[in-house]
């Protein structure tokens, strides 16, 4: 890690010892800023529209604490274009660490509020991020869809590519690899390190420049040397639920160990500020946006992302075609293309997406479930 480097774009930061510290907090807001103001790629007419969802959480930070409720966006008359931010997180193991619900027996509870010692740590650290970053609202899965309500949560499916769509900002808790561990913690005060001075020749026999220094350390893998492995190789990234959010997002920060990450159709950025690698070009998952892509541009991206989906871990069996429902909505709103959506296909193409094979592993039958509601 060069931390003097002549070149800019390889001048490397040290991670700070606090993931909210006060740089790191600047450095996200500055990274939103940019991309509002000159990533064409990430903006469109639609994205500057106003869009709230259904429920969110209000968040008010005070002396004592947060102080979190539910609200009904229709109730609270919330102002047109109201900041939100969304959280993307695994939730781990429901029998033995269930992530805190909203259901219809406690709706009315949790709009008198929520304590804080009730959540889980990772809607906790959502809350804070929030807080630092200045966003009164934030929406997260499992407390803004009634998860005991087939009704409810039919209608907020179809809405769930809306969310990440509006989002000022998707918080990827991406080294949670379940609800209660949070993901703001840091440990690089225990990783060993060493720093190293050295001196380069400024031109031909002229003395050597004033020190510079690069720092050595240890890693726990040596994949963690890619860049983007914390993210690319994370529990996170092997959801099937969470593929579609981070396709859909419009604008995500990822909270790895010890670093941060910023995403979107335009960069990715670095706390670290390590230089751009051949394999970080702007990751394939994210969903093409703008009003010239045509249908079988789309199509085509829809078929990859089907393939790696494929490949992708869920809990619950049924959720097969619900949790890429939201990609499909997206590209439905865009083509007016008919989506079905109990077989997971497009009307237009659907002798072909009939032709389909098992590239590896071997071939089971779909569990009956999948049918029950159709």
Excluded at 110 to 121: A, H, M, T, Y
Excluded at 166 to 180: E, G, K, M, P, Q
Excluded at 245 to 267: D, G, P
Aim: hydrophobic residues 40%; glycine residues 4%.
């Amino acid at each position: 890690m060069d931390l003097n480097s002549p070149r800019l774009e390889w001048r490397r930061k040290l991670p700070s010892s606090t993931t909210l510290s006060d740089e790191n907090v600047v450095k996200i807001r500055h990274w939103i800023d940019v991309c509002l103001d000159t990533h064409h790629e990430c903006f469109n007419a639609e994205t500057a529209s106003s869009w709230v969802p259904s429920r969110l959480l209000e968040i008010d930070h005070e002396d004592n604490g947060l102080k979190i409720r539910l609200i009904e966006s229709s109730d609270h008359d919330l102002q047109a274009g109201a900041k939100f931010a969304a959280l993307s997180h695994v939730w781990g193991n429901q029998t033995e660490s269930p992530p805190l619900c909203l259901l219809s027996s406690n709706l009315y509870q949790f709009k008198n509020g929520i304590d804080e010692s009730e959540l889980p740590k990772n809607f906790v650290d959502a809350a804070h991020v929030c807080v630092h970053l200045g966003l009164r609202y934030l929406w997260i899965d499992s407390l803004c869809i009634i998860q005991d309500s087939l009704v409810d949560w039919r209608e907020q499916a179809v809405l769930m590519h809306l969310v990440y769509r509006y989002a000022l900002v998707t918080l990827v808790a991406t080294s949670a690899t379940f609800c209660n561990q949070g993901f703001l913690e840091r440990s690089i005060d225990s990783i060993p390190a060493i720093k190293i001075a050295y001196s380069l020749p400024i031109t031909g026999e002229q003395p050597l420049s004033a020190a510079h220094y690069m720092i050595i350390y240890d890693y726990d893998n040596a994949q963690d040397s890619y860049r983007m492995f914390a993210v690319n190789g994370s529990k996170w990234n092997t959801r099937a639920w969470t593929m579609q959010e981070r396709s859909l997002s419009t604008r995500m920060v990822h909270f790895c160990q010890n670093k941060i990450f910023f995403e979107c159709r335009s960069c990715l950025q670095s706390e670290e500020n390590e230089p751009t690698q051949e394999s970080d070009t702007i990751n394939s998952t994210l969903w093409p946006r703008g009003a010239s892509v045509s249908f079988d541009e789309l199509y085509e991206h829809w078929q990859l992302f089907v393939c790696e989906y494929s490949s992708r871990n869920l809990t619950v069996s049924t959720d097969k075609l619900p949790a890429i429902q939201s990609v499909a909505e997206e590209m439905a709103a865009v083509t007016g293309r008919e989506y079905i959506r109990f077989a997971g296909m497009w009307k237009a193409n659907l002798q072909d997406e009939l032709l389909w094979c098992v590239s590896f592993g071997t071939l089971g039958s779909p569990a009956p479930e999948l049918f029950s509601d159709f």
